[in-house]
């Protein structure tokens, strides 16, 4: 049995799909951290049969849980403190997101105002797509472009 060692701060990120813990290291840019984490692909799992989790030794701040939540809602949080897990948080898809997906239209004003925030709004929650907030140009799962 593999044995990795348990945070004493920190976070866990929990119930990932089988083989998405990697593409959400990246997303989330947690290869830029400078603390401990440890990513641990298809877990055995009672709930999912396989998982992947993520364990971060470090502050919650660094964790936007509405972008966690537009990638997979599914995914729990669970927060630890001195070694004792204090809260879990379940996700949810958020209403708006920022600067997260990018408009694809070319008659978009985000395509000619560049400095403009591309800003999405939920709109089918469902099937978790997003509509672009100016030219409601309609968006598929993130999932779908990792």
Same mark, same amino acid.
């Given at each position: 049995? !593999?044995?990795?060692? #348990?945070?004493?701060?920190?976070?866990?990120?929990?119930?990932?799909?089988?083989?998405?813990?990697?593409?959400?290291?990246?997303?989330?840019?947690? =290869?830029?951290? &400078?603390?401990?984490?440890?990513? @641990?692909?298809?877990?055995?799992?009672?709930?999912?049969?396989?998982?992947?989790? @993520?364990? /971060?030794?470090?502050?919650?701040?660094?964790?936007?849980? =509405?972008?966690?939540?537009? @990638?997979?809602?599914?995914?729990?949080?669970?927060?630890?403190?001195?070694?004792?897990?204090?809260?879990?948080?379940?996700?949810?898809?958020?209403?708006?997101?920022?600067? /997260?997906?990018?408009?694809?239209?070319?008659?978009?004003?985000?395509?000619?105002?560049? &400095? !403009?925030?591309? /800003?999405? /709004?939920?709109?089918?929650?469902?099937?978790?797509?997003? #509509?672009?907030?100016?030219?409601?140009?309609?968006?598929?799962? !993130?999932?779908?472009?990792?």
């Amino acid at each position: 049995m !593999l044995n990795i060692d #348990s945070i004493r701060n920190g976070f866990v990120l929990d119930h990932i799909q089988a083989g998405r813990a990697m593409a959400i290291y990246h997303y989330l840019n947690l =290869d830029e951290l &400078e603390c401990q984490v440890a990513i @641990i692909k298809n877990a055995r799992s009672n709930k999912m049969e396989r998982k992947d989790i @993520i364990k /971060v030794e470090g502050s919650l701040d660094i964790m936007d849980f =509405d972008v966690l939540g537009f @990638i997979d809602h599914n995914i729990t949080v669970d927060i630890i403190k001195d070694g004792v897990l204090v809260e879990k948080k379940e996700l949810k898809l958020p209403e708006k997101i920022t600067n /997260v997906l990018h408009c694809k239209n070319p008659r978009c004003i985000t395509s000619i105002e560049q &400095e !403009l925030d591309h /800003v999405f /709004v939920l709109t089918d929650r469902k099937n978790g797509l997003y #509509s672009c907030q100016y030219c409601e140009e309609q968006q598929g799962k !993130l999932w779908e472009k990792l």
